[in-house]
């Protein structure tokens, strides 16, 4: 049996090492997974009701359309109905726009390094992948404009940037949208923003009138705490939405994280309390940073970025025997980084206190 060609090249996803083999591995009661960019605060309590209600009608399929959410979402960032599509995760929203639109004969423009479900979904599709070093840990989009041609069909922009954590300012992203030719579709992933506080981060939403090629991406996996439902989405003009809508399967956001996301949406405090205690936990580690003159990225986003100008796997397989999980920068294309979520203060200060351990 034969797959196809590009999945040769591929590796099934690593996920960061699951919670309970850690607790036996090396013994430990307590584990903490600041990994994957999850919420350390959970989810809003209102959510946890909403999906008790929803028991009830497991045995029904759900509303695929997922017509309840779709307004809520809707009124939330203000665009109309008719302009979102929802994908189990965020990570499907990127496979649907890849599916629908990259072929062999077609190349996509993205940075490196960036989120890599881009690249990941980009090969399957047989694209060709034009990847564009950042430059000082920001986008360099003059680089990236020059690297689109008459056969790019998607640029990527991640804002703030997984596993970085800086953002494109807004006049930069506007200067691009100018630039880019109206047959490739601008994606400005915004997983992390809810989490942004800068001033001159740009809002998009407003820009999708004027520019059809544009499209946004929101997940409720990050600061609203839902990853383990799997649920996010694109903004985009109608057209467009309608054009990629094929590729979605019809069920693919299921009943319970669409009740949950809409209970999500209804605890505005529960967010801005999250993003105030990120800032704070950012601070923990920027100061840190200074006091051990070690370089990092502010970041925008509910991560951080460092170097620790030493091999990251032996600092990773310290803060592991300690019960931090937290990723290495070998398998993100940044070696001797860690990229730490941002915790609870005291889990910050647990890792920075096992960080100093270890290395003075
Ligand atoms: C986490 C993340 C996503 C995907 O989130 P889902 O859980 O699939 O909704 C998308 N983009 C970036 C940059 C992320 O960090």
């Not at 057209?239 to 990629?244: A, R, Y």
């Amino acid at each position: 049996m034969q797959v196809k060609e590009q999945l040769l090249q591929l590796k099934p996803y690593q996920p960061g090492k699951p919670i309970e083999e850690v607790k036996k591995e090396f013994n430990l009661t307590k584990v903490v997974k600041l990994a994957s960019n999850e919420n350390p605060f959970g989810c809003s309590p209102k959510v946890k009701q909403a999906i008790l209600d929803e028991l009830e009608q497991l045995a029904i399929y759900p509303d695929g359309y997922a017509a309840l959410l779709r307004t809520k979402v809707a009124n939330h960032v203000g665009v109309n109905e008719n302009e979102i599509i929802f994908g189990n995760g965020t990570d499907e929203v990127i496979q649907i726009i890849c599916r629908a639109l990259l072929n062999p004969q077609s190349n996509t423009v993205m940075a490196t390094p960036t989120f890599p479900q881009y690249k990941h979904n980009a090969v399957i599709e047989g694209a060709e992948i034009r990847e564009v070093p950042l430059v000082n840990g920001d986008h360099d989009l003059d680089s990236m404009l020059v690297q689109i041609d008459e056969n790019t069909k998607i640029v990527w922009i991640c804002t703030p940037n997984n596993p970085v954590g800086t953002y494109v300012k807004k006049q930069a992203l506007l200067d691009f949208l100018t630039k880019v030719p109206k047959h490739v579709l601008v994606i400005v992933d915004e997983a992390y923003y809810e989490y942004v506080t800068a001033e001159d981060y740009p809002q998009t939403v407003p820009l999708l009138k004027d520019n059809s090629n544009l499209m946004i991406l929101r997940t409720f996996s990050k600061a609203y705490g839902l990853a383990a439902l799997r649920i996010g989405y694109g903004l985009g003009n109608v057209e467009l939405i309608n054009k990629i809508e094929p590729a979605r399967e019809p069920f693919n956001t299921n009943r319970v994280a669409q009740a949950a996301a809409i209970a999500a949406l209804g605890d505005v405090q529960f967010v801005e309390e999250c993003q105030i205690k990120n800032k704070q936990g950012l601070q923990q580690f920027y100061d840190f940073c200074e006091e051990l003159k070690l370089n990092y990225y502010t970041s925008e986003g509910n991560f951080i970025l460092i170097d620790f100008n030493r091999d990251s796997d032996e600092l990773f397989q310290a803060l592991l025997k300690r019960g931090y999980i937290v990723r290495s920068g070998n398998a993100l294309g940044v070696p001797n980084h860690l990229r730490i979520t941002i915790g609870t203060e005291q889990q910050n200060a647990e890792i920075i206190q096992i960080l100093k351990d270890f290395i003075l």
